[in-house]
């Protein structure tokens, strides 16, 4: 088993390694994260597949340090259009995934399970009398606005003192 690793790293390849010891093969699918050991440092990485070998010989390749996750943090959707994205403009998919996810996930911190933003409440409705800062008649105009079409798409475009 060689896990197929996207790096956030100039270079625009994918990295082999092995899995860490004990590692439960239903554990590893793609868009989960994996602390490797990468030159003289440790860095935090993406899955991308699961390969049954691999170009380098298999003596040469170094074991991954972790499985940070169970449950992917990148969907396939965001793993799809991450991959256009690098080869649209010639970037290292490392790289763009990286950007992809927020600082603490880059880190490799760990989630909380509980605490997915689909758990959070959002606002039915907005009003330009709940903001905490003063606003000007025009701003107060256009959340009032947008604030009806909280349920519905449309496009606005917010420019000058609105903005």
Do not use: C
Not at 16 to 24: C, E, G, H, M, V
Not at 34 to 60: A, M, N, Q, T, Y
Not at 126 to 141: I, N
């Amino acid at each position: 088993m060689i896990l197929r690793i996207a790096l956030p790293s100039p270079l625009r390849r994918l990295f082999d390694y092995l899995p860490p010891q004990n590692t439960i093969p239903t554990d590893l699918s793609p868009g989960i994260r994996v602390r490797v050991p990468f030159g003289r440092r440790e860095v935090v990485g993406i899955l991308i597949s699961v390969e049954s070998h691999s170009d380098i010989p298999v003596e040469k390749l170094r074991p991954a340090l972790e499985i940070i996750d169970t449950i992917p943090v990148l969907s396939t959707t965001i793993l799809d259009l991450s991959r256009w994205v690098a080869d649209y403009y010639h970037e290292p998919l490392g790289e763009v995934l990286n950007f992809a996810l927020p600082v603490a996930l880059r880190e490799g911190k760990v989630i909380d399970a509980n605490k997915t933003t689909s758990q959070k409440k959002l606002p039915q409705q907005a009003s330009a009398q709940e903001s905490p800062w003063p606003l000007s008649d025009e701003q107060k105009t256009a959340i009032e606005h947008i604030a009806q079409s909280l349920n519905f798409y449309h496009t606005f475009l917010v420019d000058g003192v609105t903005g």
